[in-house]
């Protein structure tokens, strides 16, 4: 134990952190008498400098882990430092969108609590262990919980805040129950530990080794919103106030398939792969193909699900943001096959497509926010003839719904493509290839929704001709990532690379 | 110097979008600029490129770590099916001149959209050639659905749904071609050389041939045509049978045929006469060209005649295709060439010169509107354009479909004779459809009743002129010397048949 040590890896935390005091802090002490958006600014910028910071704080950590005695607690480098970045990036970009927004006078406490959620989904991308993890998934879902009831004034608020707290304290626990059971078994809160103590049990994995498998599995598919633990998401992104949900939306899902691609990454360390080779039979080979079958396939199963229900479920929508929420289902079902099939490269596939998936959501919900502000509505009706009464925003639209519908050259595409290829080069099964084949097949289907609320934009007319003005900033935020949609669509090569050099 | 062509469009595309709505005339001539200069680049590519085997364009590394490259070809048919775009891009602008709805918009899509059709004529990489074809779906369907007639918005995406489900299939094509080849390429050349086994191939040939044939209209995946040709405003359905319907069979040939020759290998068994996919496909095909001439028979909609003749005419692709001689493919490729100025043309008279005079398209009102006196432009037009349709001698169908015929039968004579009865079917519904619009006078009126009720039809504007005279001379050249043409061709389809795309 080393604090020097513990407080360098966690330096990025701290500075989330220390932020988000200070926001309180000025807002408190300086700003009490100012207009709202002067210090919906002041708490903004600071919590983007904060982020900065953060950022900083990551690149200067580098890559040593953090370990505890000689088990590792926190990882770095490599793809934990890419899924940080990515989350503090996307903080920053949500919290740009509070500087227009008016649902509450809270704007410091909004930022401070954005903060901290961020913190606890820092913490889980780079979390080794039990413990860790569940810490820090609780300090991001605590917040969530906050964000989510933020607009005092909206009974729909309260009322996804008060769903979504149910839920995710139900599957907190289910979680918790789960990492009991784990620790019974393997006698060890870290992961490495865990992990070959798991492929070491000669006589046969225990019953309840699947007791805890289905536990987590229904705790962290409900961060990650697959199904059958989806039930919170659309009311949650229904309800929440636009930043909130945006940050949901976005930052919650990177960390959470951050703390995925961790888990596979432990799967796939040489100590781990090596050591029960050494001295297995047969059956202790056997035995860790069957974990590893019985792994992917749970998996596999929450992706089939999630990617029926998500793209099916969506196509009955008439309000925009829960077209959102269902499309986020069908897209962590997509997702969760490179997870499933647990490889390095079905990872960086992951993190691809959810960081960049998460960006294009916040735009979307940006979007929807100035319209919404606009019309009072976010129904598909709300949209007719954007393109006149704001073009500019019926454009951003335009490029961030056909990403998300995976139209080339957007980025939406190559994450697929990517995140596909990588699945099916990782093994030549049926099975893998079959769910593939349903996701692209899938694909096709969600085109069908995602054109509905274009074809509202774009062709049919507008029932009101009066402009829809977007506050500048949120306006720049939007073109920025639309700007970076097409970009990063047309040259992949980008954030590839970036990914690849870490 | 064919390279250009991608870019001018794109470009042009782009700057259209950009300009004030208030400028219809300069986006018009704009629009007409670019695609004559598009045309220029074509034509003078193709001139150089006589007798020249594949040339190489562009070739620049795109995405590194997937193989991924910018390859940009053309051979002899790459260069053909360029000029067609080029004349059918040029003559769908001077059809759409009239056009004072969101002009800029809608000139910005149709460029689009031809940018798009471009590149894949000259794309060499599967990737690449496939980002292209999904750029060409989406504006098709903004096309359709902001400026069409009939049905539109139902039109619009049922295309949409069908050109992405069809893509779909390409890409479950594409993904799983990539992986099994493990060339870590997409070149369409290397995938060629790849080596793919032969039961892969057996499986993958007819996905990616389903896929793109929905696009070329093969039957029973042709629905979408009648209907989106019969909505889609004049130069949508000039392009769209012109050159989309030409998407969908070149992917056929060159892709489908070209990566995966085995798939047309017979099955082993035959079942009902039917021993491999050649034989369902060139079955299908045949069953297209007799169903849509005897269904364009019935229609009483004058576009709908047109709509199902594109079915028919595409059917002879199709076959030509199937024939797998030299003679039946370039027959093939010259008909997509003669099609697709033949139905633009016909496209053109029905939908620009006729519809937007006489506001109906109903046969039996237009029978009562003497329309070959008061638009004996338009009759004329009409009459030789229907002659060319029909396949007489001296336009360029007559050569293709011959082609088509006599390699059909070397291939199979039965199919050769179902395809002929089609043909005698194509003489009636030009010739009933001809008649009905242009040359019954079913009330005595020369005498009688001199003009009553004949309020100004609006005399034919230059671009008509313009156009029509673009398209008849095209497909009165090529008839007159289809070496023109066939010299580029014949070459081209030699080295396909000699294996892969040497």
């Known amino acids: 134990m080393n604090y020097a040590d513990l407080f360098r890896v966690t330096l990025p935390e701290t500075a989330l952190e220390f932020a988000a005091l200070l926001v309180l802090v000025v807002d408190l002490a300086f700003l009490r008498k100012t207009a709202l958006r002067p210090r919906a600014a002041v708490a903004s910028l600071l919590g983007v400098v904060g982020c900065l910071a953060a950022a900083w704080a990551i690149f200067a950590a580098g890559s040593v882990p953090y370990a505890y005695g000689n088990e590792i607690l926190l990882a770095a480098g490599g793809l934990v430092t890419v899924a940080q970045i990515g989350i ?41 262990d039990l413990l860790v993890t569940f810490v820090g998934l609780e300090l991001l879902s605590l917040g969530l919980y906050i ?11 309260a009322e996804s805040a008060l769903k979504y707290y149910l839920f995710g304290g139900m599957s907190a626990a289910f979680l918790l129950f789960g990492f009991s059971y784990l620790y019974g078994i393997a006698g060890s809160t870290n992961f490495y530990a865990i992990y070959s103590a798991l492929r070491q049990t000669g006589a046969g994995l225990p019953p309840i080794f699947f007791v805890a498998l289905v536990a987590i599995a229904a705790g962290l598919g409900f961060k990650v919103a697959a199904v059958p633990f989806h039930l919170w998401a659309p009311d949650a992104y229904e309800g929440a106030p636009t930043p909130s949900a945006a940050f949901i939306a976005s930052v919650s899902k990177v960390a959470s398939f951050a703390l995925l691609v961790g888990i596979v990454s432990v799967t796939l360390t040489p100590a781990a792969v090596t050591v029960p080779r050494v001295e297995s039979g047969l059956a202790e080979a056997l035995q860790s193909i069957f974990l590893n079958i019985f792994v992917s396939s749970l998996i596999f199963l929450l992706a089939l699900a999630s990617m029926l229900v998500g793209n099916l479920a969506a196509l009955a929508q008439h309000s925009v943001r829960r077209l959102l929420a269902y499309s986020a289902i069908a897209h962590a079902g997509y997702i969760l096959l490179g997870i499933a099939v647990g490889t390095s490269r079905g990872s960086a596939a992951v993190l691809y497509y959810i960081l960049t998936y998460g960006l294009t959501t916040i735009g979307a919900f940006g979007v929807v926010d100035v319209v919404e502000r606009a019309t009072g509505s976010d129904n598909f009706d709300a949209f007719l003839g954007l393109h006149k ?55 096709a289907v969600s085109l069908y929704y995602y054109l509905q609320v274009l074809k509202r934009a774009w062709v049919q007319p507008a029932v009101h001709d009066q402009p829809i003005q977007a506050p500048p900033v949120t306006l720049a935020v939007l073109v920025f990532i639309a700007a970076a949609v097409v970009l990063l669509g047309c040259f992949p090569s980008l954030l590839q690379n970036w990914i690849a050099s870490f | 110097m064919l390279a250009l062509t991608i870019y001018l469009s794109f470009a042009g595309a782009l700057v259209l979008a950009l300009l004030p709505k208030d400028r219809p005339a300069l986006a018009r001539w704009l629009a007409l600029a670019v695609a004559v200069a598009g045309l220029a680049a074509a034509l003078a590519g193709f001139l150089a490129g006589i007798g020249q085997g594949r040339t190489v364009l562009v070739d620049l590394p795109w995405i590194p770590s997937m193989g991924i490259r910018f390859l940009l070809a053309a051979d002899g048919i790459s260069r053909v099916l360029v000029l067609l775009t080029g004349i059918a891009s040029v003559a769908g602008i001077l059809f759409s001149w009239n056009i004072d709805h969101r002009t800029h918009h809608f000139f910005a899509f149709f460029l689009a959209l031809i940018g798009g059709v471009y590149g894949v004529f000259l794309s060499f990489d599967f990737f690449l050639l496939f980002v292209f074809y999904e750029i060409a779906i989406v504006p098709k369907y903004f096309l359709i659905a902001i400026w069409g007639s009939t049905r539109r918005e139902y039109a619009a995406m049922k295309l949409a749904i069908y050109s992405f489900v069809g893509s779909a299939m390409v890409l479950i094509g594409l993904l799983s071609a990539y992986a099994t080849a493990g060339s870590h390429s997409t070149s369409l050349i290397a995938l060629a050389h790849a080596g793919l086994p032969v039961s892969f191939q057996m499986w993958c040939f007819p996905l990616v041939f389903t896929g793109f044939a929905i696009l070329a209209g093969m039957w029973p995946f042709h629905t979408w045509a009648p209907t989106g040709h019969v909505a889609a405003p004049t130069a949508a359905s000039m392009l769209l049978a012109g050159v989309v319907m030409k998407l969908g069979a070149y992917g056929c040939l060159r892709v489908a045929i070209g990566l995966f020759p085995h798939g047309l290998d017979p099955w082993g068994f035959a079942f009902l006469g039917i021993g491999s996919w050649r034989d369902v496909f060139a079955i299908l095909a045949v069953i ?61 008279i029905v939908g620009r010169i006729v519809y937007d005079r006489t506001h109906t398209r109903q046969l039996a009102e237009l029978e009562t509107m003497h329309l070959s006196r008061r638009l004996p432009f338009a009759a004329w037009a009409f009459v030789i354009a229907g002659m060319a349709s029909m396949g007489l001698p001296g336009f360029s169908g007559f050569v293709a479909e011959l082609q088509v015929l006599v390699g059909a039968w070397a291939a199979n004579r ?38 009553t009720g004949w309020h100004d039809l609006g005399a034919i504007a230059w671009p008509e002129i313009a156009g029509v005279s673009l398209l008849l001379l095209s497909t009165l050249a090529v008839g007159l010397w289809p070496r023109i043409l066939l010299d580029s061709i014949e070459p081209a389809v030699q080295s396909l048949l000699a294996g892969g795309g040497r």
């Open chain 2, 414 to 451: 039965w199919w050769a004779i179902a395809a002929g009865l089609g043909l005698v079917v194509g003489v009636a519904y030009i010739w009933r459809a001809l008649q009905k619009a242009f040359f019954t006078d079913l009330q005595p009126t020369a005498e009688d009743h001199p003009k």
């Open chain 1, 147 to 157: 964000l989510t009831a933020f607009a005092k004034t909206s009974a729909k608020s």
């Open chain 2, 288 to 348: 297209g060209i007799v169903y849509g001439a005897l269904v364009a028979l019935a229609q009483s909609d004058f576009k709908f005649v047109i709509g199902y003749s594109s079915v028919s005419h595409m059917g002879f692709v199709l076959l030509g295709l199937m024939a797998l001689n030299q003679i039946g493919l370039s027959g093939a490729v010259l008909q997509m060439f003669s099609h697709g100025i033949i139905a633009g043309l016909l496209f053109a």
């Open chain 1, 88 to 128: 503090v990036v996307l903080t920053a970009v949500t919290l740009l969108l509070l500087i227009d927004s008016a649902f509450t006078r809270h704007v410091a406490e909004f930022a401070a609590v954005v903060l901290m959620a961020a913190a606890g989904g820092l913490l889980i991308a780079s979390a080794r």
């Open chain 1, 389 to 443: 009464r704001n073009p500019v925003l019926a454009a951003v639209l335009m490029v961030l719904f056909l990403s998300l519908a995976g139209i080339p050259p957007l980025v939406g595409f190559w994450a697929k493509f990517n995140l596909f290829a990588a699945v099916l080069g990782a093994s030549n099964g049926a099975i893998p290839f079959a769910l593939v084949a349903l996701a692209v097949a899938l694909s």
